[in-house]
């Protein structure tokens, strides 16, 4: 039998504790490798979270700049509208009232069909309450009042946008931790809109009634230069067509947080930069004239209620005229006679002006009439793309 020292004994023992442990340099660089994944992890996952948040923040800025254009566009263009109807009242007084449709000649209201009503607004009265009466301006003056009006409105719609284009960026920088760049830096002038220079030219209206009789008497209305308004309604100006909006989110350096073991690995955040832009469009029309001009268009009812008071008129003026030959005799006739045909002169002068409103001519009431079914909206479009 072999025999076994015990110093061999425990020099087996010592070699085998020896090698215990030594998997355990391996398992702390593992777990080392594992931390440092983990950390990373977080840290692209914290960085794509902020860069999402920004994106989303940039998308809403632009879309809420181009649906507050496309509101106010829509205001500006039913404005526009109301303006273009209020002017289509305003008529040509040439004897009796006649068609306008111009901005060169822009009178009181026309008058209404019931000879016992008047029309405060009208400047044709039927009764003045004395043999030779005359009466003027009412009409013309409440015709200016509301254009004048409507213009203020525009006005301060296009500012109140101003405002609120650039508070965006102001309040942002102020309370958020990125900084608002809008372009364009400086908005065009009206939203790329300007006003029709071709002005508005209104006249007072002299109503005499003279009385051939008791209970018969002859209309006759004179116009007067009243006041003159060098600016009318708004018109498609040359960078009208350039309806984007881009926004710039860069993120402040000052609350870009570290890193998870920035300082052991050397590493920080880079600065974060996102892009977003949306525009207005709208598919029908732009709801406003693209050249300057003086006509004003009209609608089926203003056009029916400027012909009707026309008619009537007209035949008031011959009536009274027949009334005259009964009255004073055949010499009479003569006088009368070329008032009306000056009078029948002018009418056919007013129809072909009013002819002008089944031409298609460019006018605030046909701009908006086409392209109010569109109406303005807005989305969100790439950033790079050109506008057309």
């Not at 777990?31 to 440092?36: G, K, Y």
């Not at 101003?162 to 939203?191: F, M, Q, R, W």
């Not at 004239?289 to 008619?311: I, N, Q, Y």
């Not at 002006?353 to 089944?358: G, I, P, R, T, Y």
Request: charged content about 20%; aromatic content about 12%.
């Amino acid at each position: 039998m072999k025999r076994i020292d015990i110093w061999q004994i425990n020099f087996c023992k010592h070699k085998l504790f020896c090698h215990k442990g030594q998997t355990l340099y391996y398992f702390l660089v593992f777990v080392i490798i594992l931390v440092i994944s983990w950390a990373m992890m977080l840290n692209i996952a914290h960085l794509i979270r902020n860069r999402m948040t920004m994106q989303n923040e940039a998308d809403n800025i632009a879309l809420s700049l181009a649906t507050c254009k496309a509101r106010v566009l829509n205001l500006l263009g039913e404005t526009n509208y109301l303006m273009g109807v209020v002017l289509s009242l305003g008529m040509n007084p040439r004897g009796i009232q006649l068609a306008s449709y111009s901005t060169d000649i822009i009178g009181g209201f026309p008058a209404t069909m019931n000879l016992h009503f008047e029309n405060p607004l009208s400047d044709f009265k039927h009764k003045t309450g004395i043999i030779f009466g005359e009466k003027s301006n009412s009409g013309v003056q409440k015709i200016k009042q509301i254009i004048n009006t409507l213009q203020k409105i525009q006005d301060m719609t296009i500012k109140g946008y101003y405002a609120y284009y650039y508070g965006v960026p102001t309040i942002d920088n102020l309370s958020k931790d990125y900084n608002v760049i809008l372009s364009p830096v400086k908005l065009e002038n009206n939203l790329g809109l300007r006003r029709n220079s071709k002005g508005i030219k209104y006249y007072s209206t002299t109503n005499r009634c003279i009385y051939l009789s008791f209970d018969k008497h002859f209309h006759f209305l004179e116009k007067k230069e009243y006041k003159k308004d060098s600016h009318s309604w708004l018109v498609e100006g040359n960078t009208f067509n350039k309806q984007k909006v881009k926004v710039i989110l860069r993120q402040k350096t000052s609350n870009n947080k570290r890193p998870l073991f920035a300082k052991l690995l050397g590493i920080k955040y880079p600065q974060i930069l996102v892009y977003s832009a949306a525009a207005t469009y709208n598919v029908k029309g732009s709801m406003f004239p693209k050249e300057e001009d003086t006509f004003t268009g009209a609608t089926r009812l203003t056009a029916a209620m400027v012909e009707a008071a026309s008619v009537m008129q007209f035949g008031i003026m011959e009536f009274a005229i027949a009334n005259a030959v009964e009255l004073f005799g055949p010499a009479s006739a003569i006088v009368f006679s070329l008032a009306t045909i000056a009078a029948g002169i002018n009418y056919i002068e007013s129809k072909v002006a009013s002819a002008q409103l089944v031409s298609g001519k460019d006018n605030p009431i046909s701009a908006y009439l086409k392209a109010k079914d569109g109406g303005w909206s807005a989305h969100l479009v790439p950033y790079g793309c050109d506008e057309k």
